[in-house]
C-alpha cells in the first residue's frame, strides 16, 4: 500500500512539473526545478540488520523540488535486495530433519532459497550550495529525511514442493520488520545545461528502530529480542530529470 501511494505521488508529480514549466537559465541565478531522480545504492550493513544480512544493494527514485532560495524539499523510495541471509542454518529449525533438511510433498529434500527484500520511503528536507560549482544550480548538498523502513527474509521454494513454507505459513519464518528511519545525505550535484547531464553522487546514512512484526516466529529462540536498531551506510548515484525549459542558447539576429 505504501509503495502504491508514493507511485501515485510520482505520478502527481509529473504532472504538476510539466504544468508549471517556463523558460529558465541555469547558469545566471539560482531558479525553481522540480526534479525526478533515480539512484542506485550499495548499503553496508550494521546493527541488528547486519547481524541477520549482509550488505544490500538498493535502487529508488526521488521527487525533488530545489527551491529559489536553495532549500530542497522531496520525497523518495528505496528498494532494497540481496542474497546474503546470515545464519541460514537456524531457519526451519522446527520442521528440520536430524541432517538439516526440509522434506517436501514427495519426500525429498526441498530446494528452499533465502533471501533479503525491504524498502525506505522517507520525506526529505535540505539545502543546495552554489560553492565548487559551475552554475548556481550546482555544487555540494546536505539532505535530511523520515520515514519508514521495512525488510524481510524472502522464501523461495522451487516449483513450490514444500507446502511447510508456502501461503500463510511462510510468514511463521519471514522475520518481517518495520518501524521508523531516519536519513542524512551529504553530497554532490550537478545541473548541466543538457537534461542528460544531470547527476548527483554522495554517501548516506540511514537508522531505522524497527521492530520485528511477526506473532509467531515458529525458528526464534525465546527471548531473543524483537526491536531492533539498524544502521546502513551507503554510497549513491543517481540521475536527475529536470522538468523545465531552458533559454535558447543561440540567438538570430535578421
Not at 27 to 41: A, E, K, M, T
Not at 178 to 201: P, V
Not at 227 to 244: R, V
Amino acid at each position: 500500500m505504501i509503495k502504491h501511494r508514493f507511485f501515485l505521488f510520482l505520478f502527481s508529480f509529473l504532472i504538476f512539473s510539466f504544468a508549471a514549466r517556463s523558460q529558465k537559465s541555469i547558469s545566471d541565478s539560482s531558479i525553481f526545478i522540480p526534479s525526478l531522480g533515480i539512484n542506485y545504492s550499495y548499503h553496508l550493513a550494521f546493527g541488528d540488520i547486519g547481524e541477520t544480512y549482509g550488505n544490500n544493494h538498493a535502487v529508488g527514485a526521488d521527487a525533488t523540488f530545489k527551491l529559489k532560495n536553495q532549500f530542497i524539499l522531496g520525497v523518495g523510495f528505496e528498494y532494497y535486495f540481496s542474497e546474503d541471509v546470515k545464519n541460514e542454518e537456524s531457519y526451519f529449525s522446527d520442521i528440520k530433519t536430524k541432517k538439516g533438511f526440509v522434506i517436501d510433498g514427495n519426500g525429498q529434500y526441498a530446494e528452499i532459497f533465502l533471501y533479503q527484500r525491504g524498502f525506505n520511503i522517507q520525506l526529505f528536507t535540505g539545502y543546495q550550495f552554489d560553492f565548487w560549482s559551475a552554475n548556481p544550480n550546482s555544487g555540494p548538498f546536505v539532505q535530511a529525511g523520515v520515514g519508514f523502513m521495512q525488510y524481510r527474509t524472502q522464501i523461495k521454494n522451487t516449483e513450490n514442493t514444500a507446502p511447510q513454507v508456502q501461503g500463510e505459513y511462510v510468514k511463521m519464518y519471514d522475520r518481517l520488520s518495520n518501524g521508523l528511519s531516519l536519513t542524512q545525505f551529504i553530497g554532490y550535484r550537478h545541473m548541466g545545461s543538457r537534461n542528460l547531464w544531470n547527476f548527483y553522487i554522495g554517501v548516506e546514512l540511514t537508522q531505522g528502530w524497527t521492530k520485528n512484526r511477526r506473532s509467531y516466529n515458529a525458528d526464534l529462540q525465546n527471548g531473543e529480542s524483537l526491536d531492533h536498531f539498524d544502521f546502513l551506510t551507503a554510497i549513491k548515484l543517481g540521475w536527475i530529470i529536470p522538468f523545465y525549459k531552458k533559454t535558447p542558447q543561440q540567438y538570430y539576429y535578421y
